[in-house]
């Protein structure tokens, strides 16, 4: 599967985004999609993710209540709702594909997209 990630852009602190993630392929269904983030200097870190049927969803607890993750197998997409956000949200943004499991580890992901920049300003 390949993904396209979109949405990013320069915000204030307490701003919104809204980023989102195609994939190609008839298979989308089939995996977890999960967003990363990689601020400079640091590691890549865990976002949120969300399961094949989207029923469940996981979040790091630094986004937790701001951040939602949701998709739409029809049209192979998954979002990712950034809300009241702050400088420290400031990264690359991954999206992510894994067909086996919910993981928190970058490294059991198969599949990545290309990365979009969120900038907060303070």
Same mark, same amino acid.
């Given at each position: 599967v390949q993904l396209q990630a979109s949405g990013g852009g320069l915000v204030q602190a307490g701003g919104s985004l809204r980023l989102s993630c195609a994939a190609s392929g008839r298979t989308f269904s089939k995996y977890v999609m999960a967003w990363f983030r990689q601020a400079p &200097?640091?590691?890549?870190? /865990?976002?949120?993710?969300?399961?094949? *049927? &989207?029923? $469940?969803?996981? #979040? %790091?607890? *630094? =986004?937790? &209540?701001? /951040? !939602?993750? $949701?998709?739409?197998?029809?049209?192979?997409? =998954?979002?990712?709702?950034?809300n009241s956000l702050?400088?420290?949200?400031? %990264? =690359? #943004? #991954?999206? %992510? %594909? =894994?067909? !086996?499991?919910? #993981?928190?580890? *970058?490294s059991m992901y198969e599949y990545w997209g290309q990365g979009t920049q969120v900038t907060v300003s303070s």
């Open positions: &200097g640091k590691e890549r870190e /865990f976002v949120a993710a969300i399961i094949w *049927s &989207g029923r $469940s969803t996981t #979040y %790091a607890d *630094s =986004v937790k &209540g701001r /951040f !939602t993750i $949701s998709r739409d197998n029809a049209k192979n997409t =998954v979002d990712l709702q950034m702050k400088p420290e949200d400031t %990264a =690359v #943004y #991954y999206c %992510a %594909a =894994v067909q !086996t499991w919910l #993981y928190l580890q *970058s």
